[in-house]
């Protein structure tokens, strides 16, 4: 697979279970008789799929030489990336706010995810000229965002009738492994292709999943162990 067509394809993949994944649950939600979703899901859905489309256009404008127009939507993306994290925040807190003293390390896995979002998208950004390693980041920093829509992706019936035998191994419901081995398998997917296109892996790859497997899972325990979470969320409650 040439350069190009491989961040074409992954970024076209990336949009296209965002889009399966959210439909019963958000775009159709009235067709399936999902219950009203609470403003801070809409706001969180509309980022990430912002965020999705615009991951979707970007390759095609250097594809089609259009660097300029490339360059000019990264300020959108910055904005898209601040609501992406902003809303997925808010999510959290409306979600612990009634619970965080039960549940005190709840949010872990999900504050993992923006982190890991975050931290690759603000090196991409730190490396915008450097092409190879900027694309690669951006890419990278797109995976964890997918987990929600992995999840409800293997909830679809006819999916998750397909999968529930295959992962009757895995230790969790049918589309937390869904969700956890995808992600895994999204990041092999990325080395392998830099060691057939590159016979190597290149320094915007190691850096993203150093900063997945690394430094977010020693940020994100260090947040949970001190207590900021807990902190903030009773902060914000009685603000």
């Not at 450097?130 to 929600?148: G, N, Q």
């Not at 290149?202 to 325990?221: H, Q, R």
Request: aromatic content about 16%.
């Amino acid at each position: 697979m040439t350069r190009n067509k491989f961040f074409l394809s992954m970024s076209s993949i990336f949009l296209a279970v965002t889009l399966i994944g959210f439909a019963r649950s958000y775009y159709f939600r009235s067709y399936f008789d999902f219950p009203e979703l609470p403003v801070h899901l809409y706001v969180h859905g509309a980022a990430l799929t912002a965020w999705f489309v615009l991951a979707f256009i970007q390759p095609w404008l250097i594809k089609f030489r259009r660097t300029d127009v490339h360059r000019f939507l990264g300020y959108f993306g910055i904005a898209i990336a601040v609501l992406v994290v902003a809303s997925g925040v808010w999510t959290l807190f409306m979600r612990d706010v009634s619970e965080i003293d039960e549940f005190p390390t709840r949010a872990a896995g999900n504050l993992a995810s923006l982190l890991m979002f975050s931290i690759c998208f603000t090196l991409g950004i730190m490396y915008r000229r450097k092409s190879a390693v900027h694309k690669r980041l951006m890419l990278i920093a797109s995976i964890p965002l997918l987990a929600p829509a992995l999840d409800r992706f293997a909830r679809i019936p006819v999916f998750h009738d397909f999968f529930g035998p295959l992962l009757s191994w895995f230790p969790a419901p049918t589309e937390i492994a869904f969700a956890t081995l995808a992600f895994l398998m999204l990041l092999i997917i990325v080395v392998i292709n830099d060691l057939i296109s590159e016979r190597r892996v290149l320094p915007g790859t190691y850096w993203g999943l150093s900063s997945i497997f690394i430094i977010t899972p020693a940020t994100t325990f260090a947040i949970i162990k001190s207590g900021a979470w807990v902190a903030f969320v009773h902060w914000v409650a009685q603000a």
